[in-house]
């Protein structure tokens, strides 16, 4: 690649003020997203009724990716891959909220 080439991003056009994951990324709140879903989770998985070896062992994965140097990117991908059983569970529940911020933390993160 042309090093003498480089691309000027500060006029980038206003309305990518708003959230804008394809481009900038900016607007997002990645970390506020993820813990918003996660304290839904936790009400269930915690709880002894609902909990199950499946979701100790997420939440064993979950604690070694927030305890690695890259834990956004880490716990993304951590969440991303247990989408649809988040769903399930959520649904499950009827819990409209929970799903709500899920869907959120997908259409933004990723």
Partial sequence: MDSSVSADFSQLPSELDNPDRYVTFRGIDFEGNMAR??????????????????????????????????????????????VYYMVDLFEEHDDGQALTDLKKLEEECF
């Fill in 37 to 82: 879903v996660l304290a839904h989770l936790f009400r269930y998985i915690d709880d002894p009724a609902y909990g199950n070896a499946f979701w100790a062992r997420f939440k064993a994965r979950l604690t070694a990716v927030e305890q690695n140097g890259a834990a956004i990117c880490d716990k993304l991908l951590l969440l991303h891959s247990h």
